[in-house]
Nanobody, 126 residues
Framework: VQLVESGGGSVQAGGSLRLSCAAS????????MAWFRQALGKGREGVAHIELDGSAMYADSVQGRFTVSKDSAKNALYLQMNSLKPEDSAMYYC??????????????????????WGQGTQVTVS
């Protein structure tokens, strides 16, 4: 199994970035796919996730600014991030859970249930 993130970088506040996660060995159609982030000196937090049926959920801190999506044909996960703020600066990880996450807010995601993780992509907002 491999999850490979890309698309991170440095951007000014108010700007946008689109993160991608290419999956192999797992099928995004049959997994709950999530984005987590970890800022320097802080714990990892759930940002957004998308269920098997395409239902998208978010943490309150990104609601209305971030959009999570998946492409089953490409077996990929995406995170469109708009109106970025300095507090969005972090390493962003994609993760896969075999089944339904069954949680309304991504902030409540338990990282321990996600078996598969990518290596992360850095986002810096100044």
């Amino acid at each position: 199994v491999q999850l490979v993130e890309s698309g991170g970088g440095s951007v000014q506040a108010g700007g946008s970035l689109r993160l991608s996660c290419a999956a192999s060995g797992v099928t995004v159609r049959t997994y709950c796919m999530a984005w987590f982030r970890q800022a320097l000196g802080k714990g990892r937090e759930g940002v957004a996730h998308i269920e098997l049926d395409g239902s998208a959920m978010y943490a309150d801190s990104v609601q209305g600014r971030f959009t999570v999506s998946k492409d089953s044909a490409k077996n990929a996960l995406y995170l469109q991030m708009n109106s970025l703020k300095p507090e969005d600066s972090a390493m962003y990880y994609c993760a896969a859970f075999s089944g339904w996450c069954q949680i309304r807010s991504s902030a409540g995601l338990q990282e321990g249930i996600f078996r598969y993780w990518g290596q992360g992509t850095q986002v810096t907002v100044s």
